[in-house]
């Protein structure tokens, strides 16, 4: 079931389009929010809701980057793996996460603390190696600054 | 000190990176040229041609003049309605910079600028297309749109003009390809952002089958000037035909990486050594590609080449989005390349063939030439997919901007490849 408080988000998004279905993404992500990620029952209700085919609405699930269709955990790293990023170290800051949280890329950590997923260029590619943790923007990255970092998300 | 109106898309930025709000962006004679549009009698037809006088080119990389896409939309009472403006904010092409900043920034002069665009193409509805992952960029732009609207330069009977606009931001779900202009139109229908067949062209059928223009956001970004000072103006801040200033940017082991509003026509030299302070110590140059990760690298016989669209196209390469990529002898070309083909291998919708096959292919050989295993005839297999990418063999321009690189990097390095195959082994591991 959706809530009332994620359906009254999603009606105010639908308003911005002609039509119902348009505003399926952004529901997911309002969904997401809420949740952490999109779990075959929200896909269900949100499809229910927007009149869609479940197939349809997960065709279009998996199609971005950014809607989550497994569960991850608490918080949420995406580490920037495009060009600059590469350029400027992303294979020693993927290593230092790795070895740190003990899980690769697609993977979260025992105490659900910790999801570790690959990006593409986040554009702050002055500032490489960069990543994204929730929604905070950290840059310039070495090992020492990861630490620091990943300290502040209990 | 040169005046303020030598780096107009920057003038308003402060020191400290805040938000340059809607009091200060007015004190900085904002929104004047919507009065000047709405206020001065100006025809819809009168801005799009002090637009196309300026020669305005899509800053979003492909330079196309802004000008004569507005002036494709119908208009009048038989046009269809509603029509849409939708501003490209999907800052997604690797090594790419520029637009964050306008976003973060100044997010006003992005507002000024549709609204004076969608009064060009008489737009109904406007959406700022923005990233998902452009969390700031997202909260300043919603305040600043409720700013505008309170301040009504935003929705019915603009400024007391009989012009009505209503705008509104979308936060994409993530993938490379919304950025494509007509996945841009799927992405926000809802859809998966595959490309779609063209002609028709969206300024005629475009977002929910209307007519629709979409705009980069430095494009945008040039429009209010271009009212409020001119075109003559603009085109004497730009130091060749290719009008205007542009937002360049340099990334990769340089002494100083950033993002630099200079004339456009700016050498890349001048980028490279003056601005981004040249190679740090103990590296030293070997290519760039100029304007993102689908342009051509260019290499040092290059540099003196002006960045615009004409001249680097001249050279066989493109100037892109305008924020370089740089590439240092102690990293390895046929690594980078690797890196480019993944990101394009992984970002490829799978809509047609040439792309979602031979990128895959490609990311394969070269992985397999990376660990040692490439094989003699590879280098042929990469010319050839790389030909067989386009332009004209696919929906977008995905990978025919895949191409670039990779034909490129053989073309530069091609010894490097080949150590790679006679050695078994990458040289920089």
């Known amino acids: ?154 | 000190m040169t005046p303020v109106t030598d780096k107009p898309l920057t003038k308003n930025m402060r020191p400290d990176g805040s938000v340059v709000d809607i009091r200060a962006y007015e004190q900085a004679d904002g929104y004047q040229a919507v009065r000047k549009v709405l206020h001065g009698g100006m025809t819809p037809n009168a801005v799009t041609d002090a637009v196309k006088d300026a020669n305005l080119r899509g800053r979003g990389g492909a330079g196309f003049p802004t000008g004569q896409k507005w002036s494709f939309v119908p208009l009048g009472n038989n046009a269809p309605t509603p029509t849409y403006l939708i501003c490209n904010a999907d800052e997604m092409e690797p090594g790419t910079f520029k637009d964050r900043l306008l976003l973060e920034r100044d997010p006003h002069q992005l507002i000024e600028g549709m609204i004076i665009a969608g009064f060009a193409i008489e737009a109904d509805v406007a959406y700022i297309f923005l990233r998902g992952e452009y969390v700031l960029a997202a909260e300043r732009l919603s305040r600043a749109i409720a700013e505008a609207y309170d301040a009504h330069y935003l929705g019915k009977n603009i400024l007391g003009s009989d012009y009505s606009l209503e705008l509104y931001l979308h936060l994409s779900g993530g993938r490379y390809m919304c950025g494509e202009e007509t996945g841009l139109l799927n992405a926000l229908e809802g859809k998966r952002a595959n490309p779609r067949s063209k002609p028709p062209f969206p300024p005629v059928v475009g977002l929910f089958g209307k007519p629709t223009v979409v705009n980069n956001v430095e494009t945008l970004c040039c429009v209010p000037h271009i009212i409020n000072h001119g075109a003559a103006w603009f085109h004497a801040l730009g130091r060749t035909h290719d009008a205007g200033t542009k937002l360049f940017g340099a990334s990769g082991k340089v002494k100083r990486p950033g993002l630099w509003e200079l004339p456009m026509g700016t050498t890349i030299r001048e980028i490279l050594e003056e601005h981004a302070g040249g190679m740090r110590d103990g590296v030293t140059f070997r290519g760039l590609l100029p304007g993102g990760a689908s342009t051509d690298f260019v290499t040092e016989e290059h540099l003196d080449t002006p960045m615009d669209f004409t001249a680097m196209a001249k050279i066989g390469s493109r100037m892109g989005t305008g924020t370089m990529i740089v590439l240092d002898d102690q990293t390895c070309p046929v690594g980078m390349t690797w890196n480019l083909m993944h990101f394009f291998a992984q970002e490829s919708c799978g809509w047609c063939t040439p792309c979602w096959s031979g990128l895959g292919w490609v990311e394969r050989i070269l992985t397999s030439m990376e660990d040692g295993q490439g094989q003699p005839g590879d280098l042929d297999k990469l010319a050839s997919q790389a030909k067989m990418w386009g332009p004209g063999a696919t929906f977008c321009a995905l990978a025919p901007g895949a191409a670039e690189p990779l034909q490129s990097a053989l073309k530069y390095f091609r010894d490097d490849f080949e150590r790679h195959i006679r050695e078994k082994r990458c040289p920089w591991r």
Request: with cysteine; aromatic share 6%.
């Open chain 1, 1 to 154: 079931m959706l809530s009332t408080e994620e359906i009254s988000e999603i009606e105010a998004e639908a308003a911005h389009y002609p039509r119902r279905d348009a505003v399926c993404i952004d529901a997911m992500r309002i969904v997401q929010r809420h949740r952490g990620w999109v779990s075959d029952d929200s896909l269900h209700d949100i499809a229910a809701h927007l009149g869609m085919s479940v197939t349809d609405l997960d065709s279009v699930a998996t199609f971005y980057n950014l809607i989550f269709r497994r569960p991850v955990g608490r918080h949420v790293i995406m580490i920037c793996d495009s060009v600059s990023c590469w350029v400027m170290g992303y294979d020693r800051m993927r290593e230092h996460l790795g070895t740190r949280l003990g899980i690769g890329l697609g993977e979260t950590t025992s105490d659900n603390r910790f999801t570790l997923l690959p990006i593409v260029c986040l554009g702050c590619c002055d500032r490489a190696p960069a990543m994204m943790v929730d929604d905070d923007l950290h840059s310039d990255l070495d090992p020492q600054k990861i630490d620091r970092a990943l300290e502040t998300y209990t």
